[in-house]
Each structure stands twice: as C-alpha cells, then as structure tokens.
C-alpha cells in the first residue's frame, strides 16, 4: 500500500480555507478513483510549540500505479486544481510506502 501525503501550513484565513477544504476540496478528491482510504488530521500542537503545519491530508492507495492512475484521471486532475488554486502557496506533497 502507498499514500499520497498533503501538508499545509497555516491558511491566512484559517475559516475561509476549512470551509473550501471541507465542502469543496475533500469532496473531489473522495472523487478518486482506486482511492482506499482518505485520512485528514488538522494540528494542535507539537513538543516545540507552534506546529509547522495546519492539516495533514494522508491518501490510500493499493500500489504506485493506481495511485499515478488516479492522479492523471479527470479526478485527480481536478482535485489539483482547486487546490492549486486555494492551497497552492501553502502545500507540500509528498508520496511513501506504507509500512505494516
């Protein structure tokens, strides 16, 4: 299994970007397809003090290539839009194997 891992630092406008986030942005990308399993956990704190990031959005996929293939759908070609254009100043993606 693999995951596609979002990263975003503090939004500005913390309630504008959860609303677009929530009503908005997470609905497409449930949009995926092969998509497992999508996991989203917003920071409260850390041992330093303030988090680094905002929201952490961890998405589920059986293998590399379904989650390529999801990406290049008109899905996920969607999902990247609107969150280039809410988030594109703010997020950070990243792709790891799943463990376990």
């Known amino acids: 299994m693999v995951k596609l891992v979002a990263l975003y630092k503090k939004p500005t406008d913390v309630d ?3 609303k677009h986030y929530t009503e908005i942005h997470t609905p497409l990308a449930q949009k995926l397809p092969g998509l497992r399993k999508l996991e989203v956990s917003r ?3 850390s041992p330093g003090g303030e988090p680094k990031f905002y929201l952490m959005a961890e998405m589920y ?3 590399k290539g379904a989650m390529f293939s999801a990406l290049g759908s008109d899905e996920g070609k969607a999902a990247a839009k609107d969150v280039m254009g809410f988030a594109g100043d703010i997020i950070h993606m990243m792709f790891a194997d799943v463990e376990g």
């Open 16 to 18: 504008a970007f959860d």
């Open 43 to 45: 920071f409260t704190g």
């Open 61 to 63: 996929f059986d293998d």
